[in-house]
C-alpha cells in the first residue's frame, strides 16, 4: 500500500514579470517503510515538494493523499494535527525553540500530543542518548554546538514515531561523522519501525543510503530510481 | 484535541523574560498605570466623600421630616409637633443610630457693630453631638448645655464679621407664627470651626425650648433629623419613617434634600469608569507595541510551532497568555503600590494651597483617599478585560502566519 500518493502536483510563484514553477506536474508514490532521497539543484522543487507533503505549503492544482487522506483539502487544525501526529520534520536550520532545553524541545511535540510526564522523560532520555546527547539534556539551544542543534532536532522529529519523516537538508551543516551518525539512526529508525523517509539533500553520501533516488530540476521529477542502499 | 495549556504556559513565561528590559519598562507602565488608576480614584473618592459628609453634616443627617409646605418657606408658620409615639418607637430602633428635633428658621443677628442673616438652630445639644456635631470644633467657650441654655453658640467667621466675641451680647430677631418679630438677646458662649467657613457663617445654635419661647410656637420643631447607618443607602430609612409619619409631613432622604451632592455621586461612579478606562488606552499602546515586537521577534518560532503541529488557536493562547501574565505582574505591583500609598496617606493631604477652590465645591482642605474595593475590583477588571481584548490583535496576527512563510523569515 501506498503511503504518500501525489498527483500533477503544480505550485508556481510569481516573481516580477515571470513564472518561477516550484512544482511543475509532479506525479509521486511512496510505499510505507521507504527510505527515498530527492536530489536536484537548489530551486528545483525539493524543498517545495517537501512542504506540500507535509501541509506548510498550499497547492494551486493537484492531490496529495496520505494514508488514504487527502492532505490538500484539510483545513488549518486538521492539518496541525496530522503534523503533530503523524509527520516528523527535520529542517536544514535547527530550528529550536530558543527559550526551551535540549530536553524540553524533544519533549514539546510529546507534551502537546498529551503524552505523561514520565512517559516523556523516559522516551527524551532514551533518544538523547541514542543521539550522542547524554549530560547535555539541560542545555539551551545557544549552548550547543550546530551539529548538537541538529541532533536535538532529529530527536525531536522522530522521539514520537511519527510514520513520516521529512528532512530537508539535515545535514548541510554536520561534518562527515555527525552526518554518518544522523544517517544511521534514521536507517535505524525505518527498518525497527517502518517509519518512511523522504530526504532532501544535495549530498552524494546522503544520497548512498536510499533505496530510491528521486531527481528534480525546474520543479519537474527528471528521474525516479531504485537503487541498492549501500549502507 | 484539548490545548496543551502547560506547554504554552511555560512558553509564554519565558518568552516575556528573553526581553526582560522591555517586559519591565511595560511592566512599569502598567503598574505606574493601576497605581494611578486606583489612587486617583480612591482620592477623588475621598474628595466626594467628605463633601458628602461635608454636606450632610450641615444639614444633618441622612433623612429629614419636615411640615409639608417647610422647604418652599421655612418660615416658623410651618413649624410640626414633636414626634407621636408610632414615630418614637421607630426613631428609637436599632436602623436608627441617633436622632433629633430642631427649629430651624432665617433670622437675622446683630452686635453692636454689623448685622447679618443666618439660619438659627434651636438644638438639644446631646441629640446633636449623637448626629455628628464634634464637640471639638469649640474652639472658644463651650457648646450648649441643654435645651434651656440661654446663651448661643456662632461659628468663627461670623464673629469676625459682627466683629464681637465671646461674652457679649448679640441680639437675634426672626418672626413669630403671627409675623410679627420676635427678638431676644443672647450672650455668646461659644464659637466653633467648621470645615466650611460658609457654615462658620450661616448657622447659630441657641436651645431649642428657649428659641420655641422666644418664636412662641410651644413644643414645635421645624424638623426632625435622623442618622441611620450608611448614608449611601438612605431610601430605605426615609420609606420607613414616611410609612408612619401624617400627610402633612415630609420625608426626605439627604439625596433629595441636596440634589448636587446625589448627582456629584452619581457622576462620580460614572466618572471612575471613564478614568480607568482612558488611563488604560494609554497603556494599552505600550502594550500593543510591546506583543507586537514580541511576535515579530519570533515570526520563525511561531512557524516552526505550526510545522510541529500546533493549531493557529494555541498560537492564539500562547500570546494571550504571555499578555495576561504581563497585565496580572503589573497589576499585582500596581495594587501594592496604591494600596500602600492610601495606607501612608491615611491621615489626609493637606491642599490647603488651593483650599478655597475646594470650598467652593464643598470639599474641606484635607484630602484623605479613600478605597472601596467595588474599586479595586473595577480596576483589576478593566486592566484584564481590556488588557485581553487589546491583545486579540498581536496575537490573531500570530496565528495567521503560514508556517512555510514564517519558517523562512529570518
Request: aromatic fraction near 6%; hydrophobic fraction near 45%.
Amino acid at each position: 500500500m501506498s503511503a504518500i500518493i501525489c498527483t500533477d502536483l503544480c505550485k508556481y510563484y510569481q516573481q516580477g514579470d515571470a513564472v518561477i514553477k516550484g512544482l511543475d506536474h509532479v506525479s509521486l508514490e511512496i510505499e510505507e517503510g521507504s527510505f527515498i532521497c530527492l536530489s536536484g539543484p537548489s530551486g528545483s522543487g525539493k524543498t517545495t515538494l517537501l512542504n506540500a507533503i507535509g501541509g506548510l505549503d498550499s497547492l494551486d492544482s493537484g492531490e496529495i493523499s496520505i494514508d488514504g487522506e487527502r492532505v490538500d483539502l484539510l483545513g488549518k487544525a486538521a492539518l496541525a494535527d496530522l503534523r503533530l501526529h503523524s509527520i516528523g520534520f527535520v529542517f536544514q536550520a535547527y530550528n529550536l525553540i530558543p527559550v526551551l532545553s535540549a530536553r524540553e524541545n524533544v519533549e514539546f511535540v510529546m507534551q502537546v500530543q498529551g503524552i505523561s510526564a514520565a512517559e516523556r522523560k523516559q522516551r527524551s532520555s532514551k533518544i538523547l542518548k541514542e543521539v550522542g546527547l547524554e549530560g547535555m539534556e539541560d542545555r539551551r539551544p545557544a549552548q550547543l554546538s550546530g551539529g548538537q542543534q541538529q541532533r536535538v532536532a532529529v530527536a525531536r522529529a522522530i522521539v514520537s514515531q511519527p510514520k513520516l519523516v521529512l528532512a530537508d537538508e539535515p545535514t548541510a551543516n554536520l561534518d562527515s561523522k555527525s552526518m554518518e551518525s544522523l544517517m544511521a539512526q534514521f536507517r535505524a529508525l525505518n527498518h525497527s519501525h517502518k517509519v518512511t523517509f523522504l530526504i532532501a539533500t544535495h549530498d552524494q553520501r546522503v544520497m548512498e543510503w536510499a533505496d530510491r533516488r528521486i531527481s528534480m530540476e525546474d520543479g519537474r521529477v527528471i528521474s525516479d530510481e531504485l537503487q541498492q542502499a549501500v549502507r | 484535541m484539548a490545548m496543551p495549556v502547560r506547554a504554552m504556559s511555560t512558553l509564554a513565561w519565558r518568552n516575556l523574560w528573553r526581553n526582560y528590559r522591555r517586559t519591565l519598562i511595560m511592566l512599569l507602565a502598567i503598574t505606574v498605570g493601576v497605581w494611578a488608576m486606583i489612587f486617583m480614584t480612591a482620592l477623588l473618592r475621598g474628595m466626594v466623600d467628605n463633601m458628602v459628609r461635608t454636606g450632610i453634616s450641615a444639614l444633618p443627617g441622612h433623612v429629614q421630616i419636615h411640615a409639608t409646605a417647610y422647604r418652599d418657606d421655612p418660615s416658623v408658620t410651618h413649624s410640626m409637633p414633636p414626634p407621636s409615639k408610632p414615630l418614637l418607637d421607630l426613631l428609637n430602633d436599632r436602623q436608627v443610630l441617633a436622632w433629633t428635633g430642631r427649629i430651624k428658621v432665617p433670622a437675622m443677628i446683630s452686635s453692636e457693630q454689623d448685622s447679618r442673616g443666618v439660619t438659627l438652630l434651636g438644638i438639644d445639644p446631646r441629640g446633636e453631638v449623637a448626629l455628628g456635631f464634634d464637640s471639638a470644633d469649640i474652639i472658644e467657650g463651650r457648646f450648649l448645655d441643654g435645651v434651656d441654655d440661654r446663651g448661643i453658640v456662632i461659628g468663627k467667621k461670623l464673629v469676625q464679621r459682627l466683629e464681637t466675641r465671646l461674652g457679649k451680647r448679640v441680639v437675634v430677631m426672626s418672626q413669630d407664627p403671627d409675623n410679627t418679630i420676635a427678638d431676644r438677646g443672647f450672650r455668646v458662649v461659644g464659637v466653633f470651626e467648621a470645615d466650611l467657613e460658609s457654615r462658620e457663617e450661616s448657622i447659630v445654635y441657641a436651645g431649642r425650648e428657649v428659641i420655641q419661647s422666644m418664636l412662641g410656637v410651644g413644643t414645635d420643631i421645624s424638623e426632625i433629623a435622623i442618622l441611620g447607618h450608611d448614608y449611601r443607602e438612605p431610601e430605605a430609612l426615609a420609606a420607613s419613617v414616611r410609612n408612619i409619619v401624617p400627610a402633612d409631613q415630609e420625608v426626605l432622604s439627604w439625596l433629595k434634600l441636596d440634589p448636587y451632592l446625589s448627582t456629584m455621586m452619581q457622576v462620580m461612579d460614572g466618572f471612575v469608569l471613564v478614568w480607568m478606562v482612558v488611563i488604560f488606552l494609554a497603556l494599552s499602546f505600550g502594550l500593543v507595541n510591546t506583543l507586537m515586537m514580541a511576535v515579530f521577534e519570533r515570526v520563525r518560532e511561531i512557524g516552526l510551532m505550526r510545522a510541529l503541529g500546533m493549531r493557529p488557536s494555541a498560537i492564539i493562547y500562547q500570546v494571550l497568555v504571555e499578555s495576561l501574565m504581563l497585565l496580572v505582574l503589573g497589576l499585582l505591583a500596581g495594587n501594592i503600590l496604591a494600596i500602600g500609598t492610601i495606607v501612608w496617606l491615611k491621615d489626609g493631604i493637606d491642599v490647603s494651597a488651593v483650599s478655597e477652590g475646594l470650598e467652593m465645591m464643598g470639599a474641606s482642605s484635607i484630602m484623605y483617599p479613600v478605597l472601596q474595593y467595588p474599586d479595586l475590583l473595577l480596576a483589576n477588571s478593566v486592566v484584564i478585560v481590556l488588557g485581553i481584548i487589546t491583545s486579540l490583535l498581536p496575537a490573531w496576527r500570530a496565528a495567521q502566519y503560514r508556517p512555510v512563510e514564517a519558517l523562512s523569515s529570518t
